[in-house]
């Protein structure tokens, strides 16, 4: 495959007043310049700014792969305005040769199909015209004209829908005014998923990561013993996608479920995000199923033994090493890719498909036992003779191996064949119809990105008993630090550009530029990764909040018009209360680095925090289905034989324990020093769902005062829902959506230190309740103490906070003309027909016929909308994105209130009759940014 000049990109990074930067993957080394334009310009135009100083040369990571952030800053007149549009071009000039592109010449302003085969890849015009320049837009003069997209969590090949296309047609509908369209992107993390990879497309991964690389990469397995590093070439005849089950588990030591197609070299998280941002580098023709896969693994295995090969199937006890000896493991290996051709292994290991009833049941493992093998002329012995005449010549304790071994096979192996009904081809040419949109939107907004653990690994920094496994094995520790590299350079280094010119971001470029050049070897690469590492805090087994000072950093800040976006790293600064437990996702001290004392700077009007964890979960979520969800854990994972991963730890899935809930001092810590901020609204993601809910938080020193107002929007994911275990749990536990709606909130009573604070019925609380008051701080909930309890006077709380779930209260029918604010979407309507007959009942017996359609009608109407809505609107469960943006609303007391709103903008998997083509939010909240007057402090008593 020719590769494009631009792999990926342009992306419009950070935008301010004095600043422009734009990123771009480039697959040949270039000078880039930056021209701006006032308005929406097209080619042709004149240029506002274009000067030599707004260039910057592409830093060489591989031979093809080429990566610059160019900027252009600006000062006094010359910065720029809110309420303006303005459009910018890139002009490249390859360092070899001197040949010159700009976005016109290489084919980016207009439409454009690439191919139709085997569906139709296109190209769409990046400035919505013929010829018309990408734009963007300063964040506006007034707070309620703000636009800001947020969300989180794709993974890009899968069943679902994706919503991320959505923000283009969002840019797409206001793109001419300077004061409506989107301002700001932002991305809360698990942009990639490097552990949830389709098999069908890594091999093609691989392959491009390989070449923009020059096949310079290399990576390392554990030598036998476990004391030593063995380096191999990062290509698929070492690390073949689809068999890296036991690479994750064993070598890496990591705990994901989703592993056999697990992202491991550098390469590779380059190629992910090229794929996840380019259509143009996808090859659909050339997608591969299992079957071709383990074709090539064992063409490879039959010429030349790769010396990887062991790895790729070896597993390791509790004490990291070998559970079979390498010289009998390579005897099973050769059984199964030399003696078995590749229809005999198939038959022997392919779970049984249901919608093939040619294929027969696989090998019975049970009867690879000492005097259980099947006599000679059986129909076992006769369907699988090379197994069993194999196996005859082997002692008890190696038929023992080979019983286990086979059972790996079959277990990690055998469900990866093509189905006679396989849909994962479809789901790889699905994630490519809308990818352009992508590309689109992302160019034509100030787009900015945090991370979560996806982008590394599911669980990453899940607690210490995971850190010290991962981060002393060779390829456990090589696979994240080449997460976190790729983060950099393709997310982290446009958040804040400025700050790569100079100190520890400066040399990390530096070093990235030295790991794959023509002299580069295993050794080399060593040298440069180690520093790499010591940037990263790779290198420390434990934490000391003094000492992130001496690695990157990856929070940043970014100052708009009215508004201040903070964003929260959760993964690198974490703490741990024990070895297995839930996290702190930012240790104590680290919670001042990343967020400056407060107030507001002047003019400010509000604070935008980016924390890509929820900090406010619903309550009863919080109280109720993420604790039995991590119990549920315990139970099922602590009855799990063997400790050769993390799987078998009780109670470690970070979907159950790393809400910042189970964590209430961090929590108390946080908001602490968010409060003085006094309007705060919280983006997150990570969860797999929508919602919203507000806190207000009241102060001992400020007893007069409004409460300060925390409003948390949760946006997640774009391209992934909840696990099967949480949505089962949720369904079952449906008395927990009554609770929500019926408004039961979380109360808390707080003391800096404990204290004699409650009336003698004190005494009378439940042990819990007491322990609770021998803790400092001391967070006392409001609910479930003995009736007459009181908070003594002289010992008021020195803060206090009230959450409530936010609840779409728009009626299904304003009877007016459609808007947003005022009457739910199409989408979110119920079917009306027959309602009126079944709520108006007759007894005349020639109704009956009517009433039967009718309780059809009405039965099709309740099925249809658990189909839409899931669990309801309360939790938006599905592909999702939010639309945040302010109003001034009219309250109780019809005083002007400022309020902060989200759109949660969900798509469906099929399309909606007379759909209008504007986009509707399915769900929308509303928060008010002041505190309510008729709402009290909390105080202790019995029942909610």
Excluded at 836 to 865: E, K
Aim: hydrophobic share 40%.
């Amino acid at each position: 495959m020719e590769l494009p000049l631009i792999l990926s990109g342009p992306i419009l990074r950070r935008v301010e007043p004095s600043l422009v930067s734009v990123w771009v993957a480039l697959s040949k080394a270039c000078s880039v310049q930056l021209s701006l334009f006032e308005g929406l310009a097209k080619v042709g135009d004149t240029p506002k700014f274009s000067r030599d100083t707004d260039k910057s040369d592409t830093i060489a990571i591989g031979d093809k792969l080429h990566i610059t952030v160019v900027m252009m800053k600006l000062t006094g007149i010359d910065v720029l305005k809110p309420g303006q549009l303005y459009s910018y071009n890139l002009s490249l000039t390859e360092k070899t040769g001197g040949a010159k592109h700009d976005l016109k010449s290489l084919g980016l302003l207009q439409d454009n199909v690439l191919s139709t085969t085997p569906l139709e890849k296109r190209r769409l015009a990046l400035g919505y015209a013929l010829n018309q320049l990408p734009s963007f837009a300063l964040s506006p003069d007034k707070l309620i004209d703000l636009k800001i997209i947020h969300g989180s969590c794709r993974i890009q090949v899968s069943g679902l829908t994706d919503a991320l296309p959505w923000v283009d047609d969002l840019i797409k509908e206001k793109v001419q005014d300077p004061n409506q369209r989107i301002h700001q992107l932002l991305l809360a993390g698990d942009q990639i998923y490097a552990d949830d990879v389709e098999r069908r497309v890594l091999p093609q991964m691989i392959a491009l990561g390989q070449e923009v690389l020059a096949k310079r990469e290399f990576l390392p397995t554990n030598e036998p013993n476990g004391l030593a590093a063995k380096f191999s070439p990062a290509d698929e005849k070492n690390f073949p996608a689809g068999m890296r089950k036991n690479l994750v588990l064993s070598e890496t030591r990591m705990t994901t479920v989703d592993n056999h197609s697990h992202l491991l070299s550098f390469g590779e998280f380059a190629a992910m995000y090229l794929f996840a941002w380019n259509n143009e580098v996808w090859q659909p023709a050339a997608i591969k199923d299992f079957d071709d896969t383990i074709a090539e693994f064992r063409a490879n295995y039959n010429t030349k033994v790769p010396d990887s090969v062991l790895p790729i199937f070896r597993r390791r006890d509790d004490k990291n090493q070998p559970k079979i000896a390498d010289a009998l493991l390579r005897r099973f290996t050769d059984c199964a890719f030399k003696t078995l051709t590749a229809e005999e292994l198939k038959s022997a290991i392919k779970k049984k498909d249901d919608f093939d009833p040619v294929v027969r049941d696989p090998i019975d493992t049970e009867t690879l036992q000492f005097g259980k093998l099947p006599a000679q002329g059986s129909p076992a012995r006769t369907a699988f003779s090379k197994i069993y005449t194999f196996a005859d010549g082997l002692t008890a304790e190696e038929l023992g191996a080979f019983k286990n071994f086979m059972q790996q096979l079959s277990g990690d192996l055998g469900g990866l064949y093509k189905l006679a009904i396989d849909r994962g081809r479809d789901n790889c040419l699905e994630a490519l119809k809308n990818q352009h949109k992508i590309r689109r939107a992302m160019a034509n907004v100030p787009t900015y990105m945090m991370w979560d653990d996806h982008e590394v690994t599911d669980d990453w920094n899940l607690n210490p008993m995971w850190r010290d496994r991962v981060m002393t094995n060779p390829l456990g520790r090589a696979c994240v630090r080449n997460g976190m590299l790729a983060f950099a350079l393709f997310q982290g280094w446009g958040n804040d550009p400025e700050k790569y010119l100079q100190g520890k971001p400066k040399r990390l470029l530096e070093l990235a530029s030295t790991l794959y050049t023509a002299t580069a070897t295993a050794a080399t690469q060593q040298t440069a990764n180690d520093e790499i590492e010591q940037l990263f805090g790779l290198n420390r087994r434990t934490v000391d909040v003094t000492k992130f000072d001496d690695q990157l950093s990856w929070h940043f800040s970014v100052p708009g018009t009215r508004h201040l976006v903070l964003a929260l790293d959760n993964r690198t600064q974490r703490n741990w209360i024990t070895r297995g437990g839930p996290p702190t996702n930012i240790i104590l001290g680290a919670i001042e680095k990343q967020i400056p004392a407060g107030p507001l700077p002047s003019g400010k009007e509000v604070l935008i925090v980016v924390a890509p964890l929820p900090v406010l979960g619903p309550p009863m979520f919080d109280e109720l289905i993420a604790p039995l969800a991590y119990r549920a854990f315990d139970v099922i994972e602590a009855i799990k034989n063997g400790n050769e991963n993390l799987r078998g730890m009780p109670g470690t899935n970070p979907d159950a324990i790393e809400a910042w809930a189970f964590d209430p001092k961090a929590t108390e810590s946080l908001l602490k020093r968010l409060e003085p901020y006094r309007k705060v609204v919280l983006l997150s993601g990570d969860v797999h769902y929508g919602s919203a809910q507000v806190m207000s938080y009241w102060k001992r020193t400020d007893p007069d005062t409004d409460p300060s107002r925390f409003v948390q929007f949760i946006s997640s994911g774009f391209k992934k829902v909840l696990p099967e275990y949480l949505r089962d749990i949720d369904l079952r536990l449906s008395r927990a959506q009554q609770l929500i709606r019926a408004h039961i909130n979380a109360e808390r009573l707080a003391w800096n230190a404990k204290a004699d604070v409650l009336n003698d019925k004190a005494t009378q609380a439940v042990p819990a309740l007491r322990a609770r008051l021998e803790e400092e701080p001391m967070l006392l909930p409001a609910y479930g103490w003995p009736e007459g309890i009181a908070v003594k006077q002289t010992t008021p709380p020195d803060w206090s906070w009230r959450i409530k779930v936010l609840l779409d209260e728009r009626p299904e029918f304003n009877g007016q003309p459609y808007e947003p604010d005022k009457e739910r979407p199409e989408a979110a309507k119920p079917p009306s027909a027959g309602i009126d007959i079944v709520s108006t009942p007759s007894p005349n017996p020639s109704f009956r016929a009517d009433f039967a359609d009718a309780y059809r009608r009405l039965i099709s109407r309740h099925h249809r909308s658990f189909d839409i809505m899931r669990n309801g609107r309360q939790l938006c469960i599905g592909s999702n994105l939010g639309l945040i943006h302010f109003k001034i609303l009219k309250d109780a007391q019809n005083q002007d209130v400022l309020h902060a709103i989200q759109e949660l903008h969900t798509v469906f998997p099929y399309e909606l009759p007379n759909a209008s083509e504007d986009h509707q939010p399915f769900t929308t909240h509303k928060a008010r940014l002041t505190g309510d007057p008729s709402e009290k402090r909390p105080a202790l008593r019995g029942q909610p």
